[in-house]
């Protein structure tokens, strides 16, 4: 019986030894551990089903004090316009109806009509334009606005062949044409 007992026990330790034998040692500390862990934690909640996350969402912020977020979109600026003068809209329309009058008309008579309703840098920058270049012919709908401060704007002006997208500043509440883009349609 004593050989039988020391071959059992060679055998035994050799399985311990092995890797199998390690993988089944560790296997069952962790089902030990978890089955301790949950007679301690006592009786599960079949209600709640895979996770322990509380019902309502944690809010550590006031409800009530408004969005702060990185996504929040601020109400778009308002326009100032100083008393007496054009509207954005206005001084945008004008502008559009000197600039497509150029066809037919000299440099000057042309650059002339749109220098009050220009700035400085886009006069500079109309020098020696020929009013032949304009594209357009007439306007096909209405000025859209789109605030970007509350002295600058973009306006938006479609017309027969194409539109007219201008950049109207208005430092001193007059409002005037910084910028002239033509988009092909």
Do not use: C, H, Y
């Amino acid at each position: 019986m004593s050989t039988m007992r020391r071959a059992l026990e060679f055998l035994f330790t050799r399985a311990l030894r092995s890797r199998l034998g390690v993988a089944v040692v560790i296997a069952v500390l962790v089902f030990g551990v978890i089955g301790a862990a949950r007679l301690v934690s006592g009786p599960v909640d079949p209600t709640t089903g895979l996770s322990n996350r509380p019902r309502e969402p944690i809010s550590t912020v006031d409800p009530e004090a408004g969005d702060d977020g990185v996504l929040s979109s601020p109400a778009p600026p308002t326009p100032k316009t100083r008393p007496g003068e054009l509207s954005p809209e206005q001084a945008a329309s004008r502008f559009t109806t000197a600039w497509l009058a150029g066809p037919g008309s000299t440099g000057e008579d042309w650059q002339a009509r749109l220098r009050p309703m220009s700035t400085p840098a886009l006069t500079e920058k109309l020098t020696g334009a020929d009013p032949e270049s304009v594209p357009a012919r007439r306007m096909t709908g209405e000025v859209t606005l789109r605030a970007r401060t509350e002295s600058f704007v973009e306006a938006l002006i479609p017309l027969d062949n194409g539109r007219l997208r201008l950049e109207l500043v208005a430092p001193d509440g007059r409002w005037l044409v910084d910028a002239v883009d033509w988009e092909r349609q």
